[in-house]
C-alpha cells in the first residue's frame, strides 16, 4: 500500500489515505494567504485547488513567480488527490476534530 506524505515545507508526515493528509494539512499548518487575491485558505491542497479554481494559470505565474514545471506539478498533485479523495469524509473529521 502506498503512503500519502504531506509535501508542506519539511512536513513529509505519512498517512494511509489522502483524507487524513487533507484533515492533518488543514489542522496541523498555518493558513494560506492567496497571493492573487489575498483570500486566507488551509496550506496544502485547499490552497492548490484555490489557486487553480480561483484563478487564471497566468494569474498563478504572476503572483507566485513561478514557471510551468511548478503550475505542472501543482496541477498534479491536485488530480491525484481529486482522483482519490472523499471530501464528505474529509469534513466529517474536521467536523469531529474541531474543539468545540
Not at 505519512?14 to 499548518?29: I, K, L, P
Not at 491525484?80 to 473529521?93: I, K, M, N
Amino acid at each position: 500500500m502506498s503512503l500519502w506524505r504531506c509535501g508542506i515545507g519539511d512536513c513529509g508526515a505519512r498517512f494511509r489515505d489522502v483524507e487524513a493528509v487533507v484533515v492533518h494539512q488543514t489542522n496541523e499548518h498555518e493558513r494560506h494567504e492567496c497571493r492573487v487575491c489575498g483570500t486566507v485558505v488551509p496550506e496544502g491542497y485547499f490552497a492548490i485547488r484555490h489557486a487553480f479554481d480561483e484563478h487564471t494559470r497566468a494569474e498563478y505565474v504572476r503572483a507566485y513567480d513561478a514557471d510551468s514545471s511548478v503550475v505542472r506539478e501543482r496541477e498534479a498533485v491536485k488530480d491525484a488527490v481529486e482522483s482519490t479523495v472523499d471530501l464528505q469524509s474529509v469534513v466529517d473529521r474536521l467536523d469531529l476534530e474541531r474543539p468545540v
